[in-house]
Structures are given as C-alpha cells and as structure tokens.
C-alpha cells in the first residue's frame, strides 16, 4: 500500500473520484480542484489557472480517442486536450455529476438535478424522462451488449436499450432507490451498489440479490479485476469478494488502512488498485513481490535482529529483546532475561533440544524452560556476543564484540584467539566454516582471519576501517564478504569488490543469500537487491567487470525498505528468503516474484522556452534561451524506477539514458528541431515508440540566409570598393612617385649647376685675388665672391624652405595680415635698387588663423618677383595687395604693372626649377615652393598674365575651422 496525501502534493485529502484515461494518466477529483497524476507530480487544475471556472468542484472523469472530459460542477462539461482545459460551450447545464462514452462515442452526461443529456459530435440532446428528474445521477455503465445502465440518487435503476427505457425501483426490484454504483460482472451479472450493500442482478434482471456480508453498508464504489474479485468501497472500508468461491475480506483502520471512508475505486493497466477517501487523500494497492510480517501478525517489536528455523518453526529476535515463534499462522513469544533487559537479540543455535541465544547480556542457555546465562564470570572473554556458529566437527564458536573468538566445548571456553594470538581486531561479526573445514573470522577493521589447526591467518584489504558483517562461503570455497562498502569477493587470497551497473544509492550490504532457484539476496538500507548467480561467476571469471541487479523496496511490498543492518537472514524450508528490516520481517518467495509486463505510454507533458509554454508544432521568436522539455512514464508501481531515454535532433549525437522527468537545452541555434523520448516501467520493459516534439526557432534577420547573401554582396562589394581605392591609392602613390622621381632628377641636375656655379664662380675669382696686388682690384673680387655667396646662400635657402613644407605638419596661428604683408615689404624692400617701384596694402580682414610659416613663404616668394621684375621703363610702376575674406576663405591678390609673362612662362611658373627668363637671378624653386605651400594649406593660386603688362596673382586660403 502507499498513500498520497496533501503533504505529497494533492490541493485535498478530501477526494471524489480516481480514473485513469486512455492516455495512460490518473486524474483525481475533489471539490478543490482535479488533478492530473504522472506517477511524480501532481498537476493541479482550479480557479487559479483556469480562468473560465465557476467553482473548483469536479466531479467524474471519463476519456475517449478526442481527449479527456471532467465533470464539473459549476462549469458544465470540460473537455482536456494539449494540456489545456476548455469548456464544452455547447452543453448548457452547468453541473455534471457523471460522464460517459459509450461505444458509439455518444457522450452521457448526468447532472446534479437538471436531467440526463446525450452529446454527439453536433448535437445535445436532453432525455425526457421523469426518473431523471430533479435527481442527481451518481453512475452510468455500458454492459456487453451495448445497453447503457443510469444509476439515480433516489429514482432507483434505469436500463436505456433500443431506444427504450426500463425503470427499476424499490416497487419491482430494488431495496434502496438510491443506487450509487453500477458494474457488469465477469459472468454477465449486473452488480448493484446502494446506501443498503451490493446487489446481483441476474442476466434476465428479474432477481437482485444482495451480497450478504455487504447488508446494511453504505456503498460508494464497485469495481472488478481481470480475476473476478470484486472491490468494494464502503463508508466502513474497503471490502475484497469472490462471488465464485465465497472469499470475503474487510480491509479498515484496523487492519492498516488510512481511511475507512472510500469514495471511490479504480484498477489501473498495471493491476494496482487505487481509492480515493474522504480524509486521508489517495492510496493505490498493488501485489507486491515482498510480503510483510509485523505487529497484525503478532510480531509486537518492529526492529527483527535475527531470523533463524528449527523444527518446521521460525525463530525472530527483535533488538528489544523479544524472541517470537512462528509456527503457521500462530505466533508466541518466548520470555527471557533479554527481554527484561532490553537487549538486542544477536543469533541463535539449536543443539539437542538446546536453544543457545547469544546477546549483548552474554551466551543464553534455554532448555525445558529454564535459562541459563554464560559471562565473564563464566570464563568467557566478552559478554557481548554476536555469532554462534557449530562447525561440521561439532565445535561450538562464539563471536564477541570485544574478545575475539570463543571455543566452546562441554558449556566452557577451551580457546580463546584475539589480538595476542592472531586476529587484526577483537571485534568480530561474523563466522563461517568453508569448504575445508576451516573457521573464516569477519572482523570490524581488522579484516578476515582463517582459523586452520590452531593457527591464525589474517588477510587485510586496501580499505580501512572495512566492517565485515556477514561471511557466506560457495560451494567453490569463494568468501563473499557482506561489509560497510559493498560485497567483496575473496579469492586466491586476494579482495575484489563487486561493481554494479546501476547505483542503488547504497553502500552497506549487510548479508548474502542464495535461493533454490539461482538469485543471490543482497539486504541494504534502502531495501533487498536481487542479483544473479551466474553473473557473478561471470565476475570472478572476469567476463564481465559489472552485475546487473533489481531493487525491491516499498513499492514491492516492504513496509520499510530499510533492513537491520549488521544481522542474519535467511533461506527457510520453503524456499522463501527472510530478511530482517526496522518494521517486521520481509518475506521474498522466488517463485512468485510479480513482473510487470505492461508497456507504459510516454507522453511529454510540458515544453516550455524562457518560461513560456510552447505548443507541437510551433515557431519559436529568436532570442530564448532556455528550452525545457518535461515527460512522463505512465508506470506507477515504482515512478522512482522509471528510466528514460532522449535524444534533440541536431544537439545529441545518441540517446541520452536518465531517471530525470525534466531536460533543459541552452542557446539553441536557430532552425527545426524534433524532441523524442521513450521509457519504461519499473521492471524495464520499454515503450519503443515513445513521444515526439517538433518545434522550430525563427532567426533573427541578421542570422536569415538572404541576410546572409545581402551581407556577402556587401562584402564583395566593399572589397571591390577597397580594391578600387588601394588601385587609385597606389596610381595616385606612382604618379606621386614619378613626380619626386622628376623633380629628383631635375633638382639633382640643377642643384648641381645652381650650387656648382656659384662656387665654381668664387672658386676662380679667389685664384683672381690671390694673383692680384692690386688692392682695388683684390676688392673688386671680394665684390663678386660676395655676390656668389648670396645666390648660393639664396639657393639653400629655397631648398630648405621645400624640405621644411614637406616635412612638417601644419601649424594653425591667429595672424594680423596687414602687419605681416608690411612686415615682409620691408624685408625685401632692398630689391628695388632703383627705389622706383610704389607698392599699397589693402586689407578688408583684420586677423586669419593659418600656418604662419608657410603664408610667409608663399608671400615673400611671389612678391620679391614684383621687386625683381617690374618694368623700370614705365613712369609710375607699382604693386597692389589687396586682402580680402570671401566664404571662409582668405582671399589675397597681388598685381603689378611689371613686364609680364608670356603664355608658355604662366604655364611653366610652379615648375620645379623653371626660369622665365634668361637673365633670372633666382633659383628657379621660389614659386615652386609656393605652389607646394599652398597645396599644404589646401588652397589654390591662380596667375593673369600679359607680356608688357604685368601680372596678378590670386591666392585663396581656407579658415582652418572650415578644413
């Protein structure tokens, strides 16, 4: 039996109803709301999330191919489909207190006291007739050949067949008009439940006959199983009847059950029987491979220390001393000292009509009931023993707690072995006798020692603090050690630990028990392990490196899985293997060990992306990150045993094995997905075809294909794009390249006659000089080797002004021009050796910000041509600057009246080294260099010229706020 109350999840203790749909889940009803059970949770359904709900009362629930349907109360019929409620807007009662679908998938719908109504695909239909009437209808049945039974609250019976209706009451049948349950038998009877028991109603249904041991009992719900028991419950519990053999049983508070008020009952596809009660919640009863013996059975100590059989009897030590006898269904109980005492009982050994107790008290003798207690007084090392073991030879040995090992011979110790003589620890648990003869000692922390003709061996494993409880030798002299770790298997005096494949959550295994038919049985504390034989053999042949191994536990039957630990069980007689647990004694028979055959369905009850639940099907927005897939097994004997199996196409390479009902996915790429899962009962029989999701995640424009050849265009584009400006860039660099080139070669060819000159010139007026004594003549070529030195001092001059203009940056300073114009007037003032030439400055612009520097040498070069070259002939010869601001440039002109240019002059005057005439004193670089200035300024220049009569040069600047 288990049990789900409200501290497990249900909004209620209080239920109406259980029924398991064909979709394999249980729902339960209440007035708080329904609830849909996977096995692990409870899903509830209520106002709260349902918005369209009058009341959170439910009532019944029935399924067919379509979906589910809840009965509700207040809120009409509901139909469930995709994890969601909707209201059967068509139905036009709002309480309904019964649904079912029939075979021709009409739906019958009786309400709480507005009548019957038929519901097909298209129509609703209520039934007119008086015996549904201001009643409420608590069950409708179809029997076998397609006649639907009504079952009213005070109108008695109603048959619907061939369109006809047939009335059954207290007036012609019934003795109860009130008729709570309906059901076809196994054999063609229909069974009756009333406010008075149970009745049979022949197949004619003339004759209702009433189940006698159920007169008089207020009947809530009938159900039959595949074995034709009838399952009964009452408002005084559950009642068990075979109609063929006459078998009754009344299971109540007394006997266990929570609840003597069951409301109602259903027979799941795994055959366990589950009720609904009015106060204790839900509870399911299934076979269980385990029984259990306990306090019902007269067993009045829950903690069993020691099973042991003589004699067609079973012997059970508890830890409080008590000492039970079992023979058949009779139990008693056999008083000693240690029950007194309370002290636990350890083992037992039977020896000529002597029971022999050993106990923390000391050694028991009991004999024609009197008892006699051996101690230290008595010659015995400890009192505290453990283990009675009477060896082939006829030997008696004592294992204790804190003196080693006893032998004893005619009731005195003859030999005592302990820490002095051999043994690693004087605590031992356990004695075995192997297959020679010799005397194997489990130790706590002192590993096993052999006793062998008076000598002691002692073997110790790698772990420390190992405790050995139970030592059980094979028939090929193997040692399989029971201890606090696991099982070791001690061959060739060598320790090997037995690895399982699957974790049962456990380490401590307190003893090892074959059973007639190949199972080894493994007591722990979180319940028995049954593995088999031949596996471990394949272990210890090295075949395989891990066993396989089934848990049995409470869903098996154990009222408590945990089994005394440090103890004995046992192979009794019968076959049946006898484990000692903290509440009673379970009981495994290897021969009726209940398989579960049934395929459980898998269903993935929930998906959900960042929160929000998502349909099959559906396209998800881009830019979730979390997706959360829930799934359920509908195998309820054990859920805790249910394994799945899942696999996200595109994400998992395999099958991903668990025991989760829940897998969250990060970060999925964009694209379509299909979610599977499939699973098992709890016995690993495995749905193969499972459940499957498909559902796919939109992209964000940036992640779309066309996106993606847009952004790919785009890329071929701007490497055009580069393409062309890295080509424009190197032509431009090449034309640039081939211009210095030029000018290169023009400067070399010209700086070396322009510097060459000069020198050459001084050169050979200083040898003039030399040879001169004449004082005015030496004066003379002084004269002249001055002049030299100027125009070479002029020419490097220039050449360093073309160097600084390619060298350095752009300097910005707030000028006065009128006083820089004046400023470079009288520095070249001196040119004018005639002093004819009258210049003027107009400036309209009081201050400009510009590279000081280079606005010099553009000025003072095209100026000092003024001086240089005006026309001496002419009676008034003059020079014009005017400075003007015009659209945030600096706009400078300067004109005179000079000799002019030619055409072929104007169009050569920026060339690098370019004379306009034959008698030119300069170096050919001046206006050169002012070109270069003002192309560094990003300004322009132009020239008007006219041979004879003179020349204006237009000069415009950029403010540099404006560059």
């Not at 993935?604 to 099959?616: A, Q």
């Not at 045993?641 to 196409?649: I, N, T």
């Not at 431009?732 to 020198?759: G, M, Q, T």
Request: include cysteine.
């Amino acid at each position: 039996m288990k049990q789900w109350t409200s501290d497990d999840g249900l909004i209620s203790n209080n239920l109406t109803s259980v029924r398991q749909t064909d979709d394999g889940f249980i729902w339960i009803t209440c007035d708080n709301g329904v609830h849909r059970f996977d096995g692990a949770s409870f899903k509830l359904y209520d106002k709260e999330n349902v918005e369209f709900l009058k009341t959170n009362a439910f009532n019944d629930v029935s399924s067919d191919a379509h979906g589910v349907l809840l009965a509700s109360q207040g809120s009409g019929v509901i139909m469930y489909l995709d994890g969601k409620l909707t209201p059967v807007s068509a139905f036009p009662v709002s309480s309904v207190r019964k649904i079912l679908v029939d075979s021709q998938n009409r739906y019958w719908c009786g309400t709480q006291s507005e009548g019957l109504y038929m519901l097909t695909l298209d129509t609703v239909m209520r039934v007119d007739h008086e015996a549904f009437e201001q009643v409420a209808i608590l069950d409708i049945h179809e029997d076998s050949k397609g006649r639907i039974w009504f079952a009213t609250e005070g109108n008695g019976l109603v048959k619907y067949e061939d369109h006809e209706y047939e009335w059954f009451t207290t007036d012609n049948l019934l003795a109860d008009n009130t008729v709570t349950s309906i059901l076809e038998s196994l054999d063609g009877n229909m069974i009756i439940g009333t406010l008075n028991g149970v009745y049979s109603l022949d197949e004619e249904h003339t004759v209702a006959t009433v189940l006698p041991e159920t007169e008089d009992i207020y009947i809530n719900d009938v159900v039959q199983d595949t074995t034709g028991m009838l399952w009964i419950g009452t408002e005084r519990g559950l009642l068990r009847t075979d109609l063929r053999s006459g078998y009754f049983e009344l299971f109540d508070e007394s006997k266990g059950l929570p609840s003597n008020q069951v409301s109602s009952i259903m027979i799941d596809k795994e055959a366990s029987v589950w009720l609904t009660t009015k106060k204790s919640g839900l509870i399911r009863l299934s076979i269980g491979s385990v029984f259990t013996l306990g306090k019902s059975d007269g067993i009045t100590s829950t903690r069993i220390s020691i099973i042991d059989e003589h004699d067609g009897r079973i012997y059970v030590g508890s830890d409080d001393g008590s000492i039970f006898i079992l023979e058949g269904k009779n139990t008693r109980s056999l008083n000693l000292s240690t029950k007194e005492r309370q002290v636990g009982i350890r083992d037992f050994m039977f020896d000529e009509g002597v029971l022999w107790v050993a106990s923390y008290l000391g050694l028991h003798q009991y004999a024609k009931g009197k008892e006699k207690i051996f101690t230290t007084e008595d010659g015995l090392s400890s009192s505290l023993i453990r283990r009675i073991l009477k060896t082939n030879d006829g030997s008696t040995w004592l294992a204790s707690q804190s003196g080693g090992v006893m032998k004893l011979e005619n009731n005195k110790v003859t030999k005592v072995y302990d820490t002095s003589n051999g043994l690693e620890s004087n605590f031992v648990l356990a004695l075995a006798e192997d297959k020679q003869g010799n005397l194997v000692v489990g130790t706590h922390s002192g590993g096993i020692s052999i006793i062998s003709n008076d000598t002691v061996q002692t073997y110790l494993p790698d772990v420390r603090g190992l405790v050995i409880f139970n030592v059980f030798v094979d028939d090929n002299n193997r040692y399989w050690l029971s201890t606090s770790i696991g099982v070791f298997v001690f061959v060739d005096k060598v320790f090997r630990r037995l690895q399982f494949d699957t974790s049962f959550k456990t380490e401590s295994l307190f003893d090892f028990v074959p059973d007639e038919v190949g199972n080894i049985w493994l007591p722990t504390n979180v319940g028995i392990i049954r593995i088999h034989q031949k596996q471990l053999d394949a272990f210890v042949d090295g075949t395989i490196s891990k066993v396989g191994g089934s848990l049995f536990d409470e869903n098996d039957g154990m009222n408590i899985r945990e089994c005394t630990d440090a103890t004995r069980s046992i192979l009794i007689s019968s076959g049946s293997v006898w484990v000692p647990t903290l509440d009673g004694i379970a009981i495994i028979d290897p021969y009726q060990i209940q398989y579960n055959k049934n395929i459980p369905q898998i269903a993935i009850t929930s998906f959900m992306s960042d929160g929000i639940m998502i349909s099959d099907g559906e396209a998800i927005e881009p830019g979730k990150l979390r997706y959360e897939f829930e799934y359920a097994s509908t195998s309820f004997l054990a859920a805790d045993r249910v394994r799945f199996k899942y696999q996200l196409s595109g994400v998992d390479d395999d099958w991903i094995s668990t025991s989760e009902r829940k897998i969250e996915y990060t970060n999925l790429a964009p694209g379509d997905y299909e979610f599977s899962v499939t699973g098992s009962n709890n016995d690993g029989v495995w749905n193969e075809t499972g459940d499957k999701l498909i559902f796919s995640i939109k992209s964000f424009y940036y992640q779309t294909w066309w996106f993606r050849i847009l952004i790919g265009l785009m890329a071929l584009l701007i490497s055009y794009l580069i393409f062309i400006l890295r080509v424009r860039r190197v032509k431009a660099v090449n034309i640039e390249l081939i211009k210095l080139n030029e000018e290169l070669d023009r400067f070399v060819y010209s700086a070396s006659h322009d510097i060459r000159a000069p020198l050459t010139s001084i050169m050979g007026v200083a040898s003039i000089a030399r040879a001169s004594k004449s004082i005015e003549e030496k004066d003379n070529c002084l004269d002249m080797i001055n002049e030299s030195a100027i125009k070479l001092d002029g020419f490097v001059r220039d050449i360093i002004d073309y160097s600084r203009n390619q060298r350095m940056e752009v300097v910005l300073e707030t000028i006065n021009v009128e006083a820089e114009l004046n400023s470079i007037l009288e520095s070249i003032r001196f040119l004018d050796t005639k002093g004819k030439l009258k210049y003027s400055v107009k400036t309209l612009i009081p201050e400009f910000t510009a590279d000081v520097r280079r606005l010099r040498v553009i000025l003072k070069n095209i100026i000092s041509n003024a001086f240089l070259y005006y026309d001496p002939a002419k009676t008034n010869p003059y020079l014009s600057i005017t400075c003007a601001e015009s659209k945030s440039n600096l706009k400078i002109e300067i004109a005179d009246n000079g000799l002019g240019m030619s055409t072929e002059t104007v169009k050569n005057i920026f060339v690098m080294f370019y004379r306009g005439q034959k008698d030119s004193k300069g170096s050919g670089l001046g206006m050169y260099i002012a070109k270069e200035n003002i192309d560094k300024l990003n300004g322009s220049i132009k020239v008007d010229s006219k041979f004879g009569d003179g020349t204006t040069f237009t000069i415009t600047i950029p403010k540099a706020d404006d560059e």
